[in-house]
């Protein structure tokens, strides 16, 4: 059945029931909000397309005893696999900092480590010629050294990746159960695919890593793919779609992270807002903007 985008009534019944919250807790979570944009109807490539999803509302998602951080796991760690060359890689540092602001949580880069053969198993993709990781033998990696405050440790890399001898490639891949998972940013730059880095690729970059991390990272909070809004949590079949995705979250999405962590929205915006500009994405920077006017004028 093709996929149809929600009505009103779905996407207030999505958000869940907020009487139990005082007026000034409910508002960032309001369906109607003019800042939250509808899902589109998807293209016929489109993950929704593809994919037949019923979508998660926040009382599924509660239903589901996501993991959550606690006292004792509470940090968020990036594992950094293999060289992150400066003119052709996006920044780590940025990449922590976008995360801490996004989940509102202290995040930690750890030493890198160089993906050499006697860790992990590696071939030649045989139609890009491109050396690339077995995931697998990432995420055994990383099982065995999870800090004991961590929530995730999620191994990041400009590396290509494949699950399976039979796979392509794949972005990353995780174990949520080990808290664990590997991603790779390799083909978010244009010359993966032999196509030139026009002005300002350094920012595009930055903002399709930033995205994949944080998107990834949320299914390790147990968010399910968004249906209901145009959210970074939408899933994605191809780079096109993911590049429409935005950087922030829908009200059902974001209650779900603040169900989990208990941050302070406007807060959350703030940083966010600071961090988006920073890095040189406007338009983003420019939409948090809009949501602390409207959350601070109610």
Not at 220 to 232: E, R
Request: some cysteine; glycine content about 4%; charged content about 25%.
């Amino acid at each position: 059945m093709a996929f149809e985008p929600p009505s009103a009534e779905l996407k207030r019944a999505a958000v869940g029931d907020l009487t139990a919250l005082s007026p000034a807790q409910q508002r960032p979570f309001a369906p109607d909000a003019p800042e939250f944009e509808p899902i589109p109807k998807p293209s016929p490539h489109d993950w929704l397309a593809v994919h037949d999803e019923p979508g998660q509302t926040f009382d599924e998602f509660k239903a589901s005893r996501p993991n959550r951080p606690t006292q004792e796991r509470h940090v968020i760690y990036l594992q950094p696999l293999g060289d992150f060359v400066s003119d052709r890689s996006p920044s780590i540092e940025k990449l922590r900092e976008f995360a801490a602001a996004f989940f509102a949580m202290e995040t930690k880069v750890l030493p890198p480590t160089a993906p050499d053969a006697s860790k992990f198993t590696s071939r030649r993709n045989p139609y890009t010629g491109n050396v690339q990781i077995l995931t697998s033998d990432v995420l055994n990696f990383l099982k065995a050294r999870v800090p004991p405050d961590a929530f995730c440790v999620i191994a990041i890399t400009m590396e290509d990746l494949y699950p399976d001898p039979s796979w392509n490639f794949v972005f990353g891949q995780a174990s949520l159960r080990e808290r664990v998972g590997v991603y790779s940013f390799a083909r978010y730059d244009p010359a993966f695919y032999g196509e030139a880095r026009a002005t300002g690729y350094e920012t595009l970059l930055l903002r399709r890593s930033c995205k994949v991390l944080v998107h990834e990272t949320g299914h390790m909070f147990g968010l399910a793919h968004c249906t209901f809004f145009n959210c970074l949590m939408n899933g994605s079949n191809h780079l096109a779609e993911s590049d429409r995705r935005p950087l922030h979250l829908c009200p059902v999405c974001l209650r779900k992270l603040q169900w989990s962590i208990g941050f302070d929205v406007l807060e959350r915006y703030r940083a966010l807002e600071k961090v988006c500009r920073a890095d040189g994405s406007l338009d983003e920077a420019d939409w948090f903007s809009r949501r602390i006017k409207a959350l601070g004028n109610e």
